[in-house]
Every structure is written in structure tokens, then in C-alpha cells.
């Protein structure tokens, strides 16, 4: 997941795209989010409790797949709404104007892709995602620190 530069939906499939190569899988994107949050542990509910908790917001929030694999995706609009197209954060190199209603990213892998959402709506979301990981830094115990800084689980 964390090698995944955005997922989108379309004619009743998804498509990821990685590095240059775009999958499709017959599921909605809603579908797929709960499968992903499982295989992390977690689920959409919780994302969202989360979310409500930490950034007093419960709409269009960052998608948590895994704090400790540093998974997080921002959706471009409502995950219900058939234009969303999720954006790894971590992946995200630069961010252009296209339009007022469209911005063009750079992946760290030099990809891009055209979204559907403006650079203001991205960089909001990209700062959501960064007071996430700001919130939960400050809460990891110290034994989790040593290990997320000495790599033992990764």
C-alpha cells in the first residue's frame, strides 16, 4: 500500500496506480477501503471516530490504513461520491494548479495524474493527515518509539 500513488473508481471497479501501471479490481471503493482498514486492523468506522476526535471533522477525512506503516490517504471528495479518488500522502511530491476546480501531483516515483479537486482542497487534506500523524506521535509510549526508530517492525 505504502508504494500505491492514488485508487479511484470507475464503471464499477477500482484502479490503483503504482509506478507508472494502473490495476483494476471489480469492487466500489467504499468496499475496498473496509478491506484495506481489515487487513491494517482497523475498519471505516474507526477511521472516522478517529478522525471526529482528533480533527473535530468527520467529513472527507484522511484515510488511516496504518499509523505504523505510515499509510494515510486522502480522499479528493466524500468516499460515497463516485468522482473520489484517494491520494497516498506520502507519495506526493509537488501539487500544480490545473484549473479552480483541478490540480495536477507529482508522485516521489516522478508519475502524475490529473484530480478532481483543487490544490487548496489537497493541501487541506495534506495537512489533516500531517495533524494526525502529529497527534499520534505524541502519544507513542516510549517502548514504541525505540521500536519505530530502531525499525524493528516495519
Known sequence: MDQVNYVYQR????????????????????????????VYGTSLLNNKMNCKYIL???????IIFSLLNDIIFLPTKSIH????????SRAIQSVTVLTS?????TFSDNTDMDLNCSKT??????ARA??????????ISP???LIEEHGIIR
Open 11 to 38: 464503471d464499477g471497479s477500482i484502479y490503483i496506480g503504482r509506478e507508472a501501471h494502473e490495476y483494476s479490481f471489480s469492487m466500489d471503493l467504499v468496499s475496498f477501503i473496509e478491506y484495506c482498514c481489515q
Open 56 to 62: 473535530q471533522e468527520s467529513q472527507n477525512f484522511p
Open 81 to 88: 461520491n463516485k468522482e473520489c479518488m484517494l491520494v497516498n
Open 101 to 105: 476546480t483541478t490540480c495536477k501531483v
Open 121 to 126: 482542497t489537497l493541501l487541506k487534506q495534506i
Open 130 to 139: 500531517h495533524q494526525i500523524r502529529s497527534y499520534f506521535k505524541r502519544n
Open 143 to 145: 517502548i514504541e518509539k
